[in-house]
């Protein structure tokens, strides 16, 4: 059974930085991609970022050039760097894992409050 485990969530100001962390645990496929979502209240979950683990990446247009996702293959852990923070990324991140073969993943989720 795959666990994910987000941290590093917490208030911060406009323009301020956090960086997120998820640690996966359990059996793993070795081809695999790890993603960002975020929910704020009222609105649909979305993606924030993805990685491959052959290092593909995606980002939503809203966060490129100010969110960076990377991963520690060895470790099973992905992070999200996020500077310049907006008000308007105030939302629960949550970390998902897709193994395909509907092999699908989700964390519990991590509160980001931008606020000043």
């Known amino acids: 059974q795959v666990q994910l485990v987000e941290s590093g969530g917490g208030l911060v100001q406009p323009g301020g930085s956090l960086r997120l962390s998820c640690a996966a645990s359990?059996?793993?496929?070795?081809?695999?991609?790890m993603s960002w979502y975020r929910q704020a209240p009222g609105k649909q979950r979305e993606l924030v970022a993805a990685k491959t683990t052959a290092g593909n990446t995606n980002y939503a247009d809203s966060v490129k050039g100010r969110f960076t996702i990377f991963r520690d293959l060895y470790n099973n852990t992905m992070y999200l760097q996020m500077n310049s923070l907006k008000l308007e990324d105030t939302a629960v991140y949550y970390c998902n894992l897709d193994e395909g073969w509907d092999l699908n993943y989700w964390g519990q989720g991590t509160q980001v409050t931008v606020s000043s």
């Open positions: 359990g059996t793993i496929f070795s081809i695999n991609t």
